[in-house]
Structures are given as structure tokens and as C-alpha cells.
């Protein structure tokens, strides 16, 4: 049974004040930090890319989460690695060859994370598994913090994680997308592993962070 992580999304935190608020989540217990890559076309709004990402990661020795939600993607990879980024998450819809933008991401030694959208079907990556470190299973339509979660999305997991066993594989399973105190239990049960949080951890219990952190991890 893997340990239950939480990746706090900064999607969801004081822009003005992103070294701190990383610092905050770091003494909050977070165990890794999700960075919400947008580029206004994949999605329809827009948030922040490399430079910001390595000013980042300069002041902190956080595992950073990268999700990127743009494309065409297969050639910003590099960058983002180069920023400091240790998951790379990509969306196939978002490349040409996702062998292709797979092999890239592992040439670079990083973590290859690939995410499905509520629509996304598991056999668009069916054939990867082998080579994926990551499954990350949208429980909202990509784009914004705030949104209500999306419980059909369970039965993907669920199905996630029988392919696993099946194949002897041990993929993370992160769950993204309007996960709270009242759907994490269920979203944990179903298979998930990696809880990506943003509204939830930064806005609950007047910003409580480390009680916010410790209240989603309770199974
Ligand atoms: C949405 C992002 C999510 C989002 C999660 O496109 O990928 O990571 O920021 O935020 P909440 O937890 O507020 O739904
Ligand atoms: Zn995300």
C-alpha cells in the first residue's frame, strides 16, 4: 500500500507571494508541490512557465509537481526541466507522438506523469503504462482552481488501479480537481495515492495549512 501524499496546487495561492506561500506548504508538510502549467490555449487561462519555476525552485528543496497544461508540449519539455522540475506531466492530447514526448521526458531523468482528462479515456495511454511513472486523473476539466469534483471519475481509478495489479506495475495515481475534506476518503479508497489540492488546502480552516494537509491524508 503506498503512503498518501499530498501535492498542494499554488494555482490556489497568493501570486504576489509565491516563494513564501512555497515555504509555508514546505513547514505545512506538504510532500511535493503541484505547479499548474497554463498557456491560455491547451486551457483557456494562463499562468506562469520557466522562469518563474526556476526562480522557485531556487528557494526551495520541494519535489516540484509540474503539470503542464499546454501544447503544443513536446518542445517546451526541455525547459521546464531545466527550470527544476522533478514530475513532468503531460496531457497526449498535447503531443504529436506521446512515445515520442514520454522518451524525452525520461532521456532528461525526470518523472514521467501523464494526465487524463474527465473525457480522456485509459486507452489513449494503455500502451505506455510501462514507461509512465504518473497517472494523473483529472476530477475536473483542466483550467481552474475552485471547481466542483467530478465524482465519475472514480471508476477511472478504480479501473487504474486493476490495470496495475494486472500488470504488476506500481504507477502513482494522483487525483486533481476539486478534492476536499469530503470526497479525499472516497478518492483514496478508489485507488488514488497523490492528492493534488489547491482551494482546499490554501482557503479551509482560515488557511491552516499543516491541519488542512494532515485533515486530507485521513483515510
Ligand atoms: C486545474 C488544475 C488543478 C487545480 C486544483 O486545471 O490542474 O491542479 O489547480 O485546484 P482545486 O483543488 O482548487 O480544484
Ligand atoms: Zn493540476
Known sequence: MKKIQISPSILSADFSQLGNEIKRLEEGGADMIHVDVMDGHFVPNLTI??????????????????????????????????????????????????????????????????????????????????????????????????????PEVLNKIKELKKIQQEKGLSFDIEIDGGINFENSKIAIEAGANILVSGTTIFKSNNGDIKKNIELLKLK
Open 49 to 150: 512557465g520557466p522562469p518563474v519555476i526556476k526562480a522557485l525552485k531556487k528557494h526551495s528543496s520541494m519535489l516540484f509537481d509540474v503539470h503542464l497544461m499546454i501544447s503544443p508540449v513536446h518542445k517546451y519539455i526541455e525547459a521546464y526541466s531545466d527550470a527544476g522540475a522533478d514530475i513532468i506531466t503531460i496531457h497526449p492530447e498535447a503531443t504529436d507522438n506521446l512515445k515520442e514526448s514520454i522518451l524525452k521526458i525520461k532521456e532528461l531523468k525526470k518523472k514521467v506523469g501523464v494526465s487524463l482528462n474527465p473525457e480522456t479515456k485509459i486507452e489513449v495511454i494503455l500502451d505506455h503504462l510501462e514507461q509512465i511513472d504518473l497517472v494523473l486523473v483529472m476530477s475536473v476539466n483542466p483550467g481552474f482552481g475552485g471547481q466542483k469534483f467530478m
